[in-house]
Nanobody
Framework: QVQLVESGGGLVQAGGSLRLSCAAS????????MGWFRQRPGKEREFVTA????????YYGDSVKGRFTISRDNAKNTVYLQMNSLKPEDTAVYYC?????????????????WGQGTQVTVSS
């Protein structure tokens, strides 16, 4: 069993930055892929980014490419999401998730454990 806890959300002005963290407990994350998803108001949950277990491979949704960066520190059992040049349309609840399989990174159905989410609000 894995428990994931996100932190770092908040209110920021457009153009600003935030860094989200996802800390894991109960099981090491060093051998699993991790992803970030978000759910905007009135929308379905969508893929934001993912990182392989080693950190060697990263994947991004089109809407965040060039602005967001995912990273991980396996020694700290933590995954990060650096969000720069934030836009009002980035306002959402952000979730981290752990994936214990080799299936498509972009599908939420392939993730086994989820955090409770952290709210990010970007004002215009």
């Amino acid at each position: 069993q894995v428990q994931l806890v996100e932190s770092g959300g908040g209110l920021v002005q457009a153009g600003g930055s935030l860094r989200l963290s996802c800390a894991a407990s109960g099981r090491t994350l060093s051998s699993v892929a991790m992803g970030w998803f978000r759910q905007r108001p009135g929308k379905e949950r969508e893929f934001v980014t993912a990182i392989s277990w080693s950190g060697a491979s990263t994947y991004y949704g089109d809407s965040v490419k060039g602005r967001f960066t995912i990273s991980r520190d396996n020694a700290k059992n933590t995954v990060y999401l650096q969000m720069n040049s934030l836009k009002p349309e980035d306002t959402a609840v952000y979730y981290c998730a752990a994936k214990y399989n080799s299936h498509n990174y972009g599908s939420e159905y392939n993730y086994d454990y989820w955090g409770q989410g952290t709210q990010v609000t970007v004002s215009s």
